[in-house]
């Protein structure tokens, strides 16, 4: 049996427009996300084939492609409830305020991750996350799905840069796509997973 599985969406492929097009929505979730949901379940496999025959010689492929497509797994699981077709605006209480005090207030930590997420040489994502170490918020920008992320963080609020996420609608034009997902957040889901992690912390 499958141990991961492909969530469905809360909303329509077509209610996240004008900023997300359906058929990128559409695309995305059930090409994109579906591929990696079926990746990390045959890479499952495949390690559980290893560990029976004892032959670990494959064993260096098989954990970085289990990391990729679990952490995409994972984002994009974040990514679509973070987003809402009555999102928007900004979040006020506990969040409101660690942003002012680990983030410099909110006009510059939407500065930070804009600029996180435009930023990603090739694919990545921006990442608003809880590190609970120091007990901070911090923002972290992702390569490919699972690169350049600090252990033990817990990610909150996700925004997507890879070409697949905007190209069809945007072109070439990353920042005007980073601008629009702004209009989708829905900050009941990102204080949800901000109390969530302070307090597994
Ligand atoms: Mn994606």
Redesign the pocket.
Same mark, same amino acid.
């Given at each position: 049996m499958a141990l991961y599985t492909l969530p469905d969406l809360e909303y329509d492929y077509g209610s996240l427009e004008p900023a997300m097009s359906g058929d990128i929505l559409e695309l995305?979730h059930s090409k994109?996300?579906a591929a990696y949901v079926k990746g990390a379940n045959d890479t499952l496999d495949r390690l559980a084939e290893a560990r029976d025959s004892g032959d670990f010689s494959g064993l260096v492929g098989l954990e970085k492609t289990m990391a990729f497509n679990l952490s995409g797994h994972v984002l !994009?699981s974040i990514f679509w409830n973070n987003l809402s077709p009555d999102g928007g605006g900004r979040p006020d209480g506990e969040l409101a305020a660690a942003i002012d005090e680990h983030l410099g207030g909110f006009d510059t930590f939407a500065a930070q991750l804009s600029a996180a997420t435009t930023g990603v040489q090739g694919s990545g994502w921006g990442v608003l996350s809880w590190e609970p170490l120091a007990g901070r918020l911090m923002i972290e920008q992702v390569y490919d799905h699972h690169g350049n992320v600090g252990q033990g963080s817990t990610p909150l609020l996700v925004f997507?840069a890879?070409e !697949?996420?905007y190209y069809l609608q945007y072109r070439n034009v990353r920042p005007d796509y980073v601008q629009r997902l702004w209009d989708l957040v829905d900050w009941r889901d990102v204080t949800a997973r901000f109390d969530a992690a302070r307090s597994a912390a």
């Open positions: 995305h994109h996300h !994009h997507d890879w !697949h996420a």
